[in-house]
């Protein structure tokens, strides 16, 4: 513990910072390609259930997933705030996650993320790989590949 | 002549030569005899040769002479053609492939001989009179080599300014001078001085001085460098460079012949040296600088100033370096269709309409600014109707263009079928139809490990064994046979064989073994779900792992492979009389002609090659058969695929007593898709949904309509 704080110029991390139900989330923004407002879904048979469908993203179809849904939350309750992340990741290409409201953008150095409680043994952590100190405010930060590639049995 | 603008013809002329030889060796082992095969064989095997020779790649030359000249004594009816020689013949190709694999990666041929080879066509040719055809065969390469240089030196003479036997003017330090005498004194070996000039052309230098260098360490240490190695090795030199070498040999000529072998060389010079010439020219340079010259030959005089010239010379060579460097490193081949010029003089044409309605539409506007009532729709319309004519045209030129027949992938077959009919001593016939048959460039080129493993799935665990075949009543030589041909929108490849068939009890109880399923389980299956098994990975059938097959990485990955392509894999078997597999690809991978259906209020596109016919059918028309819905059209008991129930949609609260039915088909299999609306035909650009929720397979993509909105476009043949 003593170490990190002696690591004054370590490097610093961007998260966009999200609200998903009631809490806090961050999202790490190199892997952010944009973000656009609600916008028709097109449902998908035989999906996994949370995905709601795809969208049209500027002439391409990029599937969207629902962060309420796969945390076991209820139902996305679609109000003028509600957003979707467009993530450009390395093995999946463009996906769309659904959020209930974008907050800000804060910077966050490795001190600053509690990491100790990850092995927790509780289910709605395993996407999590950390949980930053923003202010007096706690974000949840996400392991984007865990949120992604996690097959709900 | 610069060659490497070339290269890409030299690989595609190539191929065909090795596949025409390849076919018509094949013939020829039928009809020994044929006179108009064997000329055949002769023309392709002597471009081959020439073509090999232009390029400059010795080694690839030198076999596919050797090949000529025996296919020439065939001609001459002084050589019988037997299983052996075929044999030696398809070994030969096998090795000429092989240099062709090394160009494509290197754009060099690499330094295999294929002494072996070379040994045994000559053997043929002496008529398997042994030991004498190394000696005759290393007199004829040292022949040719010989007349080789001696042809290139002729050119030297007359045009390059470099001067012969620069190595005799080196200058060297104390340093070098205690390397020559400690060779010469402490291990009694002799020194060679060599100037190796490279022609003009040569792109890769430095690559070409490292081919040297190696050659020359079979014979000895190079002592000496000029310029210094790391220069050489930089490529900061002009068209020559010099060397001194030890070595124990004394053969000056075998030692020139290997260093002329590498490409791109144009002569070498090459003399035996003393320690002590070197040491009065260090002695003569530091009284005058240029007493050395004068006590050389008029010729060699000359030397010192071109070496003077090539300092200026070095940085512009350098400056060329990056770029070469570069092409060595990635392979030098790209991808390529050879396009019909028909197809291309259509699609000209098209682009010429296309400007023209583009005109006209720039009129009609422009014309309807300056009136003021407004646009003319009328002609608007009928312009318009003549753009989607043209665009549709043009789409499918375009498709057209990137079409190849099957042919490139499935020629190579016939070829494999006798290798293994050889190896397994099972005697079998390879039977082809539809070569012709068309499909994308990029699918014809991934199409060949699935159908190969196919191929050697039916010769191996297909085709019995000729006693078998005898005891069951089956003519001695198996038949496997591979048909191809367009249903729709679709290509069919069949590959089977008449064979003993899949002995379903057999794979029930491995996958039982294999705890895949209870034995309880096992006895439900149907025929079809027993062969699925088949297609699991690590799912082996074979008594013994053999280097054809069994190893359990066969049919799952023909199927991952198959329908990574879009397309699927059946089986159909019958114990005792062989099987087949189908394999079902896509015409197209981008746009397709499609139906567009409404269920509720979502929007679905079924691609039109599949739809057959759109039938109302009243709900009183629909039977039972085993508590599935079906309807009698026309002779046929159709199932009836009630689509909202499939994609969940909630049912409506008062069904119609009318259903709109879309009648698809898939083979001999038909099925009636109920949808709630037509909307129309419409063509389509197909997208994938992404790598997240490709776990679907009845949704095979989606597209996206004029009005932004996104439409799942219906996989028919996963319905079925």
């Known amino acids: ?114 990491r100790s409680n990850q092995n927790s043994n509780k289910q709605d952590t395993t996407y999590i790989n950390g949980i930053g100190k923003s202010g007096d405010s706690l974000v949840s930060i996400f392991e984007i590949n865990a949120i992604i590639d996690e097959v709900e049995v | 002549m610069d060659v490497s603008q070339y290269l890409d013809i030299f690989i595609d002329e190539t191929n065909e030569h090795i596949q025409a030889l390849s076919d018509n060796i094949m013939a020829l082992e039928q009809e020994p005899e044929n006179k108009d095969t064997i000329n055949e064989i002769f023309r392709a095997a002597h ?43 398809f070994k030969c190709l096998d090795a000429v492939e092989g240099y062709l694999e090394t160009v494509k990666a290197t754009s060099d041929e690499g330094t295999e001989d294929n002494a072996a080879l070379i040994k045994m066509l000559n053997d043929v040719l002496d008529g398997n009179a042994g030991g004498s055809s190394d000696e005759s065969q290393a007199e004829s390469a040292a022949a040719s080599a010989a007349s080789d240089s001696s042809a290139a030196g002729d050119e030297v003479g007359s045009d390059d300014p470099n001067g012969t036997n620069h ?34 052309e040569c792109l890769l230098k430095a690559a070409r001085a490292f081919l040297v260098f190696k050659a020359l360490e079979d014979y000895g240490e190079i002592l000496v460098y000029d310029p210094s190695s790391q220069d050489i090795e930089d490529e900061k030199f ?16 075998a030692i020139k012949a290997s260093v002329l072998a590498v490409s791109e060389i144009e002569s070498v010079d090459l003399l035996p040296v003393t320690v002590e010439q070197y040491e009065k020219a260090a002695e003569a340079e530091d009284t005058a600088a240029d007493t050395a010259a004068s006590a050389q030959e008029e010729a060699e005089s000359a030397a010192a100033p071109a070496v003077a010239d090539a300092a200026p010379a070095a940085p512009a060579a350098s400056a060329s370096t990056p770029a070469a460097k570069k092409a060595a490193n990635k392979p030098v081949t790209t991808r390529t269709v050879r396009v019909d010029l028909e197809k291309l003089d259509a699609l000209m044409n098209q682009v010429s309409e296309l400007i023209i309605a583009k005109n006209s539409l720039v009129s009609i506007s422009s014309s309807s600014e300056n009136s003021s009532s407004g646009l003319d729709t009328q002609s608007w319309q009928s312009q318009i109707e003549y753009l989607e004519r043209i665009t549709t045209n043009l789409h499918e030129s375009v498709m057209k263009v990137r079409m190849v027949p099957i042919e490139s992938t499935v020629n190579k077959f016939p070829r494999m ?42 010769a191996d665990h297909g085709i019995e064994s000729p006693e078998e075949r005898r005891a069951a009543g089956k003519p001695e030589e198996g038949t496997i046979f591979l048909n191809a041909f367009q249903e729709g929108n679709n290509v069919i490849i069949q590959v089977g064989d008449d064979g003993a068939g899949i002995n379903t009890e057999k794979v029930k109880a491995k996958a039982v073994e294999r705890g895949i399923v209870s034995a309880d389980e096992a006895e439900n299956l149907s025929q079809k779900e027993i062969i699925d098994f088949l297609f ?24 991952s492979n198959i329908e990574a392509l879009g397309g699927n894999v059946e089986v159909k078997s ?41 039938e109302d059918i009243s709900i009183e028309d629909i039977k039972y058969v085993e508590a599935k819905e079906v309807v009698h059209l026309r002779g046929n008991v159709i199932p009836i695929i009630r689509l909202d129930q499939l994609l969940d949609f909630e049912p409506l609260d008062d069904e119609p007593t009318n259903l709109t039915v879309v009648v698809v088909k898939k083979g001999d299999l038909q099925a009636g898709l109920v949808v709630d609306n037509l909307i129309g035909q419409q063509e389509i650009v197909i997208k994938s949904l992404g790598k997240v929720i490709d776990n679907n397979k009845l949704i095979s993509g989606a597209t996206i309509l004029g009005d932004g909105e996104v439409a799942m476009i219906l996989d028919v043949n996963a319905l079925m």
Do not use: W
């Open chain 2, 167 to 200: 190595f005799l003017a080196l200058k060297l330090d104390e340093d070098s001078l205690g390397k020559l005498r400690a060779a010469v004194e402490d291990e009694g070996l002799k020194l060679y001085g060599m100037t190796v000039h490279i022609q003009k």
């Open chain 2, 238 to 253: 002009d068209l020559g460079f010099s060397v001194i070498f030890s070595s124990e040999s004394e053969d000056t000529e």
């Open chain 2, 574 to 614: 019958t114990l005792g009389a062989g099987s087949t597999f189908t394999v079902r690809l896509p015409l197209t991978l981008a746009i397709i002609q499609a139906l567009m259906v409404e269920i509720r209020d979502e929007k679905y596109a079924i691609a039109l090659g599949s739809i057959q016919i759109i």
């Open chain 2, 417 to 458: 079928i006798r290798d293994l009919s050889r190896k397994l001593g099972k005697p079998m016939n390879l039977v082809m139809t539809g070569e012709e048959t068309e499909l994308d460039r990029t699918v014809v080129d991934q199409l060949g490990d699935p159908l190969q493993h196919l191929l050697r799935n039916s």
């Open chain 1, 1 to 114: 513990m003593a170490a990190e704080l002696e690591t004054l110029d370590e490097e610093k991390i961007q998260y966009i910072v999200v609200m998903i139900g009631s809490e806090q989330y961050g999202l790490d923004i190199s892997v952010v390609d944009n973000i656009v407002r609600m916008q028709k879904i097109t449902r998908v048979p035989k999906a996994p259930s949370y995905y709601p469908g795809v969208i049209n993203l500027r002439g391409e179809v990029v599937p969207v997933m629902s962060a309420r849904l796969k945390m076991g939350l209820e139902e996305d309750e679609i109000t003028k705030d509600t957003r979707i992340i467009i993530l450009r990741l390395e093995a999946q290409g463009l996906v769309g996650i659904l959020v209930d409201e974008v907050k800000e953008v804060i910077t966050l150095g490795e001190s600053e993320i509690d």
């Open chain 2, 47 to 89: 471009s081959l040769k020439g073509m090999a020779g232009t390029m400059g790649f010795k080694r690839m030359q030198h076999l596919t002479h050797d090949m000529e000249n025996v296919f020439s004594e065939v001609r001459n009816d002084t050589v019988k053609v037997d299983s052996n020689l075929i044999d030696i013949l």
């Open chain 2, 536 to 559: 699991m990975p690590s799912f082996s059938m074979a008594k013994k792992v053999t280097d054809i097959s069994g190893r359990g990485v066969g049919l799952d990955v023909v199927k």
